[in-house]
């Protein structure tokens, strides 16, 4: 079998859009069987997720998270992506780890604002200035094109670079008052404490968070999944996995009830809005599945497989 090797070259032919409605595609296949492992040392993590959805194939992507190449100058994620036929188990393709990542984050994060963020949506605020929020600049602006940008980050020379990226964008010194006149807030820090408040919330608001992928981090605190509807892109992938929803389940904030859907109830329209006033609240997990979906589609596109 011959193996398509997939560069980041490849992106210029991708379309947010296109790739939101693959990944709800997948979501009507059968369920995926995913298998994680986690590796810790300190701050540093390796994680491998591997999914199988039949009919679609295999993948197994590693990545390597560590913070501290940051101030080294260099990536702090790297890994590999791998995947796999459905018929017969062989190898068909290996793309470009930083392509999958980038395009499965952001796509997780848009295809859950498609559905649960107000389509008239005029200000979209993003936290934090790292790589995922550019790459959410990108994916927010396909599908919210009139949208005003703001920025806010800790260390606003940050904040700064990127909204020098995107005309028009905008940086913001007060983060309790740019979420107050938000109507999507989307989260991507490597916090391992809540910066978002409920009580910065405005009714009608979307929250996206993205950040916090172990379980000892979480980006919002009690009060904004006391106020919003919540939901998140796969159970299996967050509860018992991230801070994010396991510490307030833990604490008796939540119940395992007030997870309202994910991705896999897209097709019985209970991933949705009901009302145009009602706060809601998505936790990105990630997941295998998702990049398996994704580089899916990534190779269809490419090599038409």
Same mark, same amino acid.
């Given at each position: 079998?011959?193996? /398509?090797?997939?560069?980041?070259?490849?992106?210029?032919?991708?379309?947010?859009?296109?790739?939101?409605?693959?990944?709800?595609?997948?979501?009507?296949?059968?369920?995926?069987?995913?298998?994680?492992?986690?590796?810790?040392?300190?701050?540093?993590?390796?994680?491998?997720?591997?999914?199988?959805?039949?009919?679609?194939?295999?993948?197994?992507?590693?990545?390597?998270?560590?913070?501290?190449?940051?101030?080294?100058?260099?990536?702090?994620?790297?890994?590999?992506?791998?995947?796999?036929?459905?018929?017969?188990?062989?190898?068909?393709?290996?793309?470009?780890?930083?392509?999958?990542?980038?395009?499965?984050?952001?796509?997780?994060?848009?295809?859950?604002?498609?559905?649960?963020?107000?389509?008239?949506?005029?200000?979209?605020?993003?936290?934090?200035?790292?790589?995922?929020?550019?790459?959410?600049?990108?994916?927010?602006?396909?599908?919210?094109?009139?949208?005003?940008?703001?920025?806010?980050?800790?260390?606003?020379?940050?904040?700064?670079?990127?909204?020098?990226?995107?005309?028009?964008?905008?940086?913001?010194?007060?983060?309790?008052?740019?979420?107050?006149?938000?109507?999507?807030?989307?989260?991507?820090?490597?916090? /391992?404490?809540?910066?978002?408040?409920?009580?910065?919330?405005?009714?009608? /608001?979307?929250?996206?968070?993205?950040?916090?992928?172990?379980?000892?981090?979480?980006?919002?605190?009690?009060?904004?999944?006391?106020?919003?509807?919540?939901?998140?892109?796969?159970?299996? /992938?967050?509860?018992?996995?991230?801070?994010?929803?396991?510490?307030?389940?833990?604490?008796?904030?939540?119940?395992?009830?007030?997870?309202?859907?994910?991705?896999?109830?897209?097709?019985?329209?209970?991933?949705?809005?009901?009302?145009?006033?009602?706060?809601?609240?998505?936790?990105?997990?990630?997941?295998?599945?998702?990049?398996?979906?994704?580089?899916?589609?990534?190779?269809?596109?490419?090599?038409?497989?």
């Amino acid at each position: 079998m011959k193996v /398509t090797i997939v560069g980041p070259e490849a992106e210029v032919r991708l379309d947010w859009l296109a790739l939101t409605d693959a990944l709800e595609a997948g979501h009507r296949l059968a369920r995926a069987e995913i298998g994680d492992t986690f590796l810790y040392r300190r701050d540093d993590t390796a994680l491998s997720r591997s999914a199988w959805i039949d009919g679609m194939g295999l993948l197994v992507k590693t990545a390597t998270i560590f913070p501290g190449n940051a101030a080294r100058g260099a990536p702090t994620i790297n890994g590999g992506v791998s995947l796999y036929s459905d018929a017969d188990g062989g190898l068909e393709a290996i793309l470009d780890f930083h392509l999958v990542t980038k395009w499965k984050t952001a796509g997780d994060s848009l295809l859950a604002a498609r559905k649960l963020a107000r389509p008239d949506s005029g200000t979209i605020l993003i936290v934090g200035a790292g790589t995922v929020a550019r790459s959410l600049r990108e994916a927010y602006g396909a599908a919210f094109p009139q949208a005003r940008f703001v920025v806010w980050n800790r260390t606003r020379a940050s904040a700064e670079r990127l909204a020098a990226e995107f005309e028009g964008m905008e940086v913001a010194t007060d983060l309790g008052a740019a979420v107050g006149a938000a109507d999507i807030v989307t989260c991507a820090t490597m916090s /391992t404490d809540p910066v978002l408040r409920g009580e910065w919330l405005k009714p009608g /608001t979307h929250v996206d968070l993205i950040g916090a992928y172990r379980p000892d981090m979480r980006e919002a605190d009690d009060d904004v999944l006391r106020r919003g509807r919540l939901f998140v892109d796969a159970r299996h /992938t967050t509860v018992g996995h991230i801070g994010e929803v396991q510490i307030p389940l833990e604490a008796g904030t939540i119940r395992k009830d007030d997870i309202l859907a994910d991705f896999y109830d897209l097709p019985d329209g209970r991933f949705a809005r009901r009302s145009a006033d009602e706060i809601t609240v998505f936790k990105n997990g990630g997941g295998a599945h998702l990049d398996l979906m994704c580089a899916r589609h990534i190779l269809k596109v490419v090599a038409g497989a």
